[in-house]
């Protein structure tokens, strides 16, 4: 087990609602349950991450009249891509996976409550200034070694990526405990950005 106090895990997003059946399915996203579980036997330290929407997001093609799911719109922060209603609050899209083991996380972070910013990164929201306070979180614990595993490896796992970057962890995706969306060729744009900031690609059996 990695028990080294500088060590951490986090899952991003393993929600009913990004895997099989689910509003916004990620393709074949059932498959990292049994990864990442097979990791709370390595990592001492483990944090979740959960989104969280309220009905009626911004970020929700349905609150924009003839707007449809994966189009984009121009918001105060950027580009926003517009997604099925997923991960509403208080709903079983919302809930992690029935066969995640969750019972001994030490944090779960909720992120997207705020009705009109969307929020991929563990760390920040999408204007890339409103904070989780997983930062602050992390450093007081003394973490410096992050892990991430989870949903979709394109975009929220990604964003924590290169914001744990940003903010001076070393970062290290497993990548065989990840699952892509792909949209618009997404996925090959974050491997490449991932990549330039030094983000570590690894596979769980590393880790063995």
Excluded at 182 to 205: E, H, K, P, Y
Aim: glycine content about 8%.
């Amino acid at each position: 087990m990695i028990e080294n106090a500088s060590d951490c895990l986090i899952i991003i997003d393993v929600q009913n609602d990004f895997c099989a059946g689910g509003a916004l399915e990620v393709p074949d996203g059932d498959s990292v349950v049994p990864i990442i579980n097979s990791l709370a036997g390595i990592f001492k330290n483990r944090l979740a991450t959960q989104d969280w929407h309220p009905s009626g997001h911004e970020s929700f093609a349905s609150s924009h009249a003839g707007k449809f799911p994966f189009e984009t719109i121009p918001v105060g922060y950027g580009e926003q891509v517009l997604w099925p209603d997923h991960c509403v609050q208080e709903t079983h899209g919302a809930e992690f996976h029935s066969e995640l083991k969750v019972d001994d996380l030490q944090l779960i972070v909720r992120k997207g409550f705020r009705r009109h910013i969307d929020s991929y990164s563990a760390f920040y929201e999408n204007d890339k200034i409103t904070p989780t306070g997983l930062t602050g979180y992390l450093k007081n614990r003394g973490f410096q070694n992050i892990y991430l595993a989870g949903l979709a490896t394109d975009f929220c796992v990604a964003y924590s990526a290169l914001d744990a970057r940003k903010e001076g962890f070393d970062v290290f995706v497993i990548e065989d405990a990840c699952r892509a969306i792909d949209l618009d060729n997404s996925l090959a744009t974050a491997i490449q950005q991932m990549d330039d900031a030094g983000v570590v690609r690894i596979n769980s059996t590393t880790l063995e």
